[in-house]
Each structure stands twice: as C-alpha cells, then as structure tokens.
C-alpha cells in the first residue's frame, strides 16, 4: 500500500508548512459545512455535462492524478494528503437540490454526480447525502448520470433502478486499469478492479444501463490495458463508454510524480517522456478544448485501438447531451389544507 504523499505548499496560503523529514501519519479528518448551493453549472467543452452535485469535498480514494486536487487549495488546505484526509461534508446538500428542483428556473435536465470529487466515497456509507440526493431525483422523476470508482454504488442498485423506470439514468464506472496492483498504487483507496466490475453486473442486473470511463490514460503505464478495460467491462454489463487523457494542472504534478516515482521507479522516466511526447512537449496543456486528449501519432494510435475495440464490442462511445432530449421531471403534487388559499 502507498503511503500518504507530501504536501505541496499551497500558493494561496502564507501559513504553508514544509516538513524537513517525514510527514506525521495522516489521519481522517471530516469538517461539516452548511453549503450556500449545491447544483454547479459547467461551460467547459471539455467536460460532457452541465449540471452537477458534489455532495463532498477533498476524496478518500486518494488517486493521484485527480485534477480535482487544486479545488482545496480555495479552501486553504494543500493539493496533497490534505486532499485525501482533509473532507469538506455538505450536510445540507439533499436540502439545496430539494430547493433547486423547486425554483421555477428549472426545468429538468440531467444532474451529474459528481463532477469534482466521488460521490460515493466511504464516508458516504455514513452520511447518505448521495443516496437522499438520489431519493430526490426519483420523487422529481429529474435524470441522472454518475461516475464513480466506488462499490458503495451497489447499495443504491435498486434506487437507481426505480429511477430508471421513470427517466433516463446513466451510471459510468471510471477504470483506468486492468491491472489490479497498477490501479492499487496509483488509486490506493479506492474499491479494487474486481469490485468496480462488480458493480456493473449490479447496477446492470437491477436495469440501470452502464459505462466505463477508460480515465485517465497513463501513457507509458496503461496505455496498453484499453481493450483489456473494455473487454471485462462489456463483460460485466457495460455497453457505453468513453476515454480521456491524463491532465496535471501544476499542484497535481509533483503528487503524481512522486507516486510514480515510488510506485513504478523503473518505469517512471519512460512515463514522464510519453506524457510529454503526448502533450505537445509540455506536462499539461490547460487549454479548453486540449485538456482531456493528446497529440500526435501515439495518441491517434490509442485512440484507433479505443474505437476499433468499441467497434467489436458493440460499445458506443458516450456524448455529450446526448440524454437531455427526453424531460420527464416533474414537481410531485401536495395536497394542500383545506384553510389554505
């Protein structure tokens, strides 16, 4: 098991603290907060929905090239193990959506859980602000998509599968590798392979239709395992995907870098390359629209093999708003008191 990574000083705080040896043991520490808003609006053309609920903030999982790292920076914790053990709980979430589906402004389209941080994160187990969103949702008939690296989904199986009776429920399994002790030391607390897979055949079972997120794509590393991913997981009940390349905003990179340095150190060097051969010389490329994909002919090449792959399966690659034509939401009726006007 890898340990906690370091902590990269935060830019936006003066009280930063470096250790000069190793860092104390990290513990769990969950802060409760009553949130102003829960429904986030998104324009970015790299990302396929609009709306989304992040019932938490910070992630147990601890995968080290989540992008989502430098979203703690704003609150004043570091990108690092901070990330992994610092979580911001939203105890009024299922309240705010409640509020947001009420207002007149809103008209039904697909709520996406979660587009920051995993939605079903262990402590999920606990708080049920996912599952009361999700409640929600059905009493509203509002349509859902979710993405997650988590088998605490199958608790919901027969929840999301009441809610795909009456609108249009999406439910992708983010699997980057095939590999059980790869995925183990780049994603350490996150449900295993099997697990993940698992929770296809569930959710699959239980009449929710299924997809697996090829994400990220590690050149160097998994590159090699894409048809693999998609091969076991069309075997479990996937038949919708997509594929996404790795993204390392500059607070991200050092916590790969020494992930893998540690994990892999005889391959380490070659991945760095890949990444930068991917990335037109450059460890991250920040622009809209170049954020999620690569360059160049070993990019095209991954992606021939993604879609030829697809193409055998039967798989359809997944798209934006592709969902949003059908509007089933609806305000459930209240019988009044007779003495009301």
């Given amino acids: 098991m890898p340990r906690p990574v370091?902590?990269?000083?935060?830019?936006?705080?003066?009280?930063?603290?470096?250790?000069?040896?190793?860092?104390?043991?990290?513990?769990?520490e969950l802060f409760e907060e009553r949130a102003r808003s829960i429904v986030s609006s998104n324009d970015s053309p790299d990302i396929p929905f609009r709306w989304s609920v992040n019932p938490y903030r910070g992630c147990i999982h601890g995968c080290a090239y989540c992008y989502a790292r430098t979203s703690h920076q704003y609150l004043g914790f570091g990108a690092g193990?901070?990330?992994?053990?610092?979580?911001?709980?939203?105890?009024?979430?299922?309240?705010?959506?409640?509020?947001?589906?009420?207002?007149?402004?809103?008209?039904?389209?697909?709520?996406?859980?979660?587009?920051?941080?995993?939605?079903?994160?262990?402590?999920?187990?606990?708080?049920?602000?996912?599952?009361?969103?999700?409640?929600?949702?059905?009493?509203?008939?509002?349509?859902?998509?979710?993405?997650?690296?988590?088998?605490?989904?199958?608790?919901?199986?027969?929840?999301?599968?009441a809610l795909a009776k009456v609108t249009t429920v999406r439910v992708f399994v983010s699997l980057a590798f095939a590999d059980e002790a790869q995925a183990r030391a780049v994603e350490p607390w996150a449900s295993s392979v099997a697990r993940r897979l698992e929770?296809?055949?569930?959710?699959?079972?239980?009449?929710?239709?299924?997809?697996?997120?090829?994400?990220?794509?590690?050149?160097?590393?998994?590159?090699?395992?894409?048809?693999?991913?998609?091969?076991?997981?069309?075997?479990?009940g996937a038949r919708r995907t997509f594929m996404q390349m790795l993204r390392l905003p500059a607070e991200v990179r050092p916590v790969f870098d020494e992930r893998i340095a540690e994990a892999f150190p005889n391959r380490a060097q070659r991945i760095d390359h890949a990444i930068v051969e991917l990335r037109n010389g450059r460890k991250n490329d920040p622009r809209f629209g170049s954020r999620m994909r690569g360059n160049g002919p070993r990019w095209d090449a991954i992606v021939g093999l993604f879609e030829a792959q697809c193409r055998r399966l039967g798989m359809k690659q997944a798209e934006a708003g592709e969902d949003e034509g059908a509007r089933t939401f609806r305000r459930p009726t209240r019988q009044g008191s007779l003495f009301e006007d």
């Fill in 6 to 28: 370091s902590n990269p000083p935060n830019p936006w705080s003066s009280t930063a603290v470096e250790y000069l040896e190793e860092a104390p043991p990290a513990r769990l």
């Fill in 81 to 161: 193990t901070d990330f992994d053990r610092k979580i911001v709980v939203k105890t009024n979430a299922p309240a705010l959506l409640k509020e947001a589906f009420d207002r007149k402004s809103w008209i039904g389209e697909t709520i996406n859980f979660s587009g920051n941080t995993d939605c079903y994160q262990p402590i999920e187990a606990n708080y049920q602000l996912t599952l009361r969103c999700l409640e929600l949702c059905l009493e509203y008939r509002n349509p859902v998509a979710i993405i997650t690296k988590s088998a605490l989904v199958q608790r919901d199986a027969a929840l999301l599968g």
């Fill in 199 to 236: 929770s296809l055949r569930v959710l699959t079972d239980a009449g929710v239709t299924c997809g697996v997120a090829v994400a990220p794509i590690i050149p160097g590393l998994n590159d090699d395992q894409v048809a693999r991913v998609l091969t076991q997981a069309h075997a479990h």
